[in-house]
């Protein structure tokens, strides 16, 4: 028996099949080589053109690094195991136009259909494999790596459009659509307090997700601190925590979302103070708020070095840092509103 089983084993050709090979040589260059550089496109774009649309790149993510801009440089600040490559772009206090998120659209379409054609241009290089094949010629397998890495960007591209039309043709119709038009009414020039924002069950608005929600509490959340109402920042800072909770472990969700955190960070140590709640959401953020040199970053940590860690030099330190770079901070009204934040404090501490 195991005369005939060993005879068996050794009359078995181990050898790769050359259609393996083949396959192994387009899959590569579709799912793996197109996914790399189709995701690592939209940030160097982001990076280089941003400021033509009124934006600025607050966080670069390449290969789960994640880098913020400290003065001329860019310092790692965090690692995610997440492979994703990304640029959140912000908007420019010195540079801000006016229709916003218009320029925001315009600035993803652009990149979105520039990869397209160039990703078009690849393919078209590999045309003539592709005829030769269909007339019974064979193809080398680097060709067929091309081919697979050409079709891939293709197919990213036009997946990243669909995601865009999705965002901006349907999502930015809703309530992101009431918060641009109330945000064109405070570059015009109006004060926060009379926006007459509503709470969003108030809205015409079905069923808003998660995303949507966060945002307009961060809107909202202004316009109440404004007005000092209280009780109604407790539910929607009681509702924010629960949304950030359940969704602070996607790198993508979590940066876009940081701003959520911060003002989590202040409700805890100022409006409702709680030790422990503030303090965890603290170190859910600390890298990133930590080397973030904007006005608000400094405002809120200055309440929860006061208020929670009893470091009045430490908040001192922070306000002066805030105070100087508030010119740089936001525009007009936002601006006003955290400067108020930052006076109140220092006059409590002296």
């Given at each position: 028996m195991?005369?005939?089983l060993s005879a068996i084993l050794k009359s078995v050709d181990y050898t790769i099949p050359i259609f393996c090979i083949r396959a192994m040589a387009f899959i590569i260059g579709f799912?793996?080589?197109?996914?790399?550089?189709?995701?690592?496109?939209?940030?160097?774009?982001?990076?280089?053109?941003?400021?033509?649309?009124?934006?600025?790149?607050?966080f670069l993510i390449i290969f789960g690094m994640v880098f913020t801009k400290i003065g001329d440089k860019w310092k790692k600040i965090l690692y995610n195991s997440s492979p994703l490559s990304a640029a959140i772009p912000m908007i420019d206090s010195n540079n801000i136009q006016k229709n916003y998120l218009e320029k925001e659209k315009q600035l993803a379409y652009s990149e979105r259909f520039t990869k397209l054609f160039l990703s078009i241009i690849?393919?078209?290089?590999?045309?003539?494999?592709?005829?030769?094949?269909?007339?019974?010629?064979?193809?080398?397998?680097?060709?067929?790596?091309?081919?697979?890495?050409?079709?891939?960007?293709?197919?990213?591209?036009?997946?990243?459009?669909?995601?865009s039309i999705y965002v901006y043709e349907k999502l930015y119709k809703g309530i992101l659509s009431y918060i641009h038009s109330k945000t064109e009414l405070l570059l015009n020039g109006e004060s926060i307090e009379n926006l007459d924002l509503k709470p969003i069950e108030e809205l015409p608005y079905n069923s808003p997700s998660a995303m949507e929600k966060i945002y307009y509490?961060?809107?909202?959340?202004?316009?109440?601190?404004?007005?000092?109402?209280?009780?109604?920042?407790?539910?929607?800072?009681?509702?924010?925590?629960?949304?950030?909770?359940k969704n602070n472990t996607n790198i993508v969700n979590y940066?876009?979302?940081?701003?959520?955190?911060?003002?989590?960070?202040?409700?805890?140590?100022?409006?409702?103070t709680d030790k422990e709640k503030a303090e965890d959401f603290f170190k859910k953020i600390e890298p990133i708020i930590m080397n973030d040199e904007d006005s608000n970053a400094k405002r809120v940590l200055?309440?929860?070095?006061?208020?929670?860690?009893?470091?009045?030099?430490?908040?001192?330190?922070?306000?002066?840092?805030?105070?100087?770079?508030?010119?740089?901070?936001?525009?007009?009204?936002?601006r006003a509103l955290e400067k108020d934040l930052l006076l109140k404090l220092k006059n409590e501490i002296i």
């Open positions: 195991l005369d005939i799912f793996l080589v197109a996914t790399i550089l189709a995701n690592l496109f939209v940030p160097l774009y982001n990076l280089i053109f941003a400021k033509k649309y009124g934006y600025k790149i607050k690849i393919f078209t290089l590999t045309l003539k494999p592709i005829i030769g094949f269909f007339k019974g010629e064979s193809i080398s397998i680097i060709n067929l790596f091309f081919i697979g890495f050409s079709t891939g960007m293709i197919f990213h591209s036009i997946n990243h459009i669909g995601i509490y961060l809107f909202y959340s202004s316009y109440l601190l404004s007005l000092n109402k209280t009780e109604e920042m407790n539910k929607i800072s009681l509702e924010m925590t629960d949304i950030l909770m940066l876009c979302n940081y701003l959520g955190y911060y003002w989590l960070v202040f409700y805890y140590s100022e409006i409702k200055a309440y929860y070095y006061y208020r929670i860690n009893n470091d009045a030099e430490k908040a001192k330190s922070l306000i002066e840092e805030g105070l100087a770079g508030i010119d740089n901070f936001s525009f007009g009204p936002d």
